[in-house]
């Protein structure tokens, strides 16, 4: 990547007033928050499957779409999205052909040493930290269930899962309930 490029085309982008259309506040049109995975298929995707527009909805990215961590950089993201942001739904979404299902934490560690990292830098349990998931569907109600029992956030908070195709932008509703929205 050349970033001198980028940032002429940015000087060029911010120049001829082409953020215009992009412009919006912090809060989510829709007040819904989508967790989701950093699989560059998804970045336009995932949006335009959704009939999503810049300002609609809060979307946090994570390899995998996961929590693993009740009290991590992620679970804060999801807390400032509903109560400093006024979101009142979460749609958790993982995707087919995901690249943290089936990830071997162990090969991944040995990357890292291949690379120059030093057998020292790298703590006993980092494999297992690493390791990915076998089941997408499993991983993403896994997630659905842990914010909807995290003490912090209140039973109003709906929460939903989905899976999608990142070929055809299908979607799979895991969590399917009997209310209408």
Not at 26 to 47: G, S, W, Y
């Amino acid at each position: 990547m050349d970033i001198k490029q980028m940032l002429g085309f940015n000087e060029k982008f911010v120049q001829n007033g082409e953020h215009k259309p992009y412009e919006s506040d912090k809060f989510p049109n829709k007040k819904i928050v989508i967790l989701t995975c950093i699989d560059a298929r998804l970045m336009d995707l995932l949006p335009r499957a959704l009939n999503l527009k810049n300002g609609d909805a809060k979307i946090i990215r994570t390899a995998g779409g996961t929590i693993t961590e009740p009290y991590g950089s992620i679970m804060k993201s999801l807390l400032v999205s509903i109560y400093a942001l006024e979101a009142d739904h979460v749609l958790v979404i993982g995707h087919k052909d995901c690249g943290m299902q089936n990830l071997e934490g162990k090969a991944l560690v040995q990357k890292m040493i291949d690379a120059g990292v030093g057998k020292g830098q790298v703590k006993e349990d980092v494999a297992g930290w690493l390791t990915g998931f076998s089941d997408v569907g499993q991983a993403v109600l896994e997630s659905v269930d842990l914010i909807k029992n995290h003490p912090l956030i209140t039973k109003e908070i709906n929460v939903d899962g989905f899976v999608i195709d990142p070929t055809t932008g299908k979607l799979e509703w895991l969590t399917e309930r009997q209310k209408n929205y």
